[in-house]
């Protein structure tokens, strides 16, 4: 009971550092603006300059002073006001990092990919363990499964007692902590959103393509240009490479029809999700499967080399 209030405590901490940050742009009678190019809907509290004159165009009619905000090339870390603990911490340093790291490959897709894998690799040895975790807790599961099946019909407190206690005595033999599974979705979160916010609000990456594919177009507008095909390739990608990832971390019951679909379940939120998302952001989430999938490949061949449980 203590270790979920501890989870529900850091959900909530972190959806209370996430709220409030991106401002959506509204026109006279406060409807969402789109790029009509992009479908994209505009930020209002963009962090620099936009580049493109349609975009500057659509800024400047509804209502945003420009002047007051720097060129993207020349944005830094302490550009503008203090907007708060999450915007400082999270998104302006990653959008930093981002615009840099674009300059120099001349392609802020790409940059992308490589800022996704260089905080992949920061956050390597939590992610191990958790994968690693992950593999002892598939070893633990079947002797989890006899237990939770053993006291399916006694619902009274001593019987509830053995059961927990039975149950921590298997964790102890496999050596599995429940907590640490938790440890990269909670990790994953406050990285998503401030990749997220990073290109929501920084429109020299919003305004840049990559293969074609225009960062800021969500690819439902996406599908409907002459690059229908590469969006549809993004889709399947992000499909794929989620499924694959959250079938290789499962650890429930497998034997469970509901456990079975989760994956799919799963993968299906957030493909619909992602179909509104900009594809800079659905760049990043393939970058950060693949990441997983080969971190898990790895994670499961030393296992079976060293013969561990």
């Not at 209502?63 to 915007?87: A, D, M, R």
Request: hydrophobic share 45%.
């Amino acid at each position: 009971m203590k270790k979920n209030k501890i989870k529900i405590l850091i959900i909530l901490f972190l959806l209370f550092l996430v709220t409030g940050c991106t401002q959506t742009l509204t026109d006279k009678n406060k409807k969402a603006v789109k790029n009509e190019v992009t479908g994209q809907t505009l930020t209002k509290n963009i962090i620099c300059k936009p580049t493109n004159k349609k975009t500057i165009e659509i800024y400047e009619d509804n209502g945003v002073n420009l002047s007051k905000l720097p060129e993207c090339s020349k944005f830094k870390i302490t550009s503008g006001k203090y907007e708060g603990l999450w915007t400082t911490v999270f998104v302006k340093p990653l959008a930093f990092a981002l615009l840099k790291v674009g300059e120099f490959v001349k392609n802020y897709g790409v940059s992308v990919i490589l800022i996704s894998l260089f905080i992949r690799l920061l956050t390597f040895p939590i992610t191990k363990k958790t994968a690693m975790q992950s593999e002892l807790m598939k070893k633990a599961q079947p002797e989890l499964n006899r237990i939770q099946k053993k006291y399916a019909d006694k619902k009274d407190q001593d019987s509830m007692i053995k059961q927990n206690q039975e149950m921590m005595a298997v964790y102890k033999k496999y050596n599995v902590n429940p907590m640490t599974g938790c440890l990269f979705a909670l990790l994953q979160l406050p990285i998503f959103i401030a990749f997220f916010e990073a290109v929501q609000r920084t429109p020299v990456i919003f305004e840049d393509k990559f293969l074609g594919l225009q960062l800021g177009t969500t690819p439902s507008v996406g599908i409907t240009s002459s690059l229908f095909y590469a969006y549809i390739i993004l889709m399947v990608l992000i499909a794929g490479t989620t499924y694959y990832s959250f079938k290789m971390n499962a650890t429930g019951n497998m034997e469970d029809s509901t456990m079975k679909m989760m994956p799919l379940m799963t993968s299906g939120m957030i493909v619909i999700t992602a179909m509104f998302m900009p594809t800079g952001l659905g760049i990043y989430w393939i970058t950060s499967n693949v990441f997983t999938i080969v971190q898990n490949i790895l994670v499961k061949r030393s296992k079976e080399v060293h013969g561990k449980a």
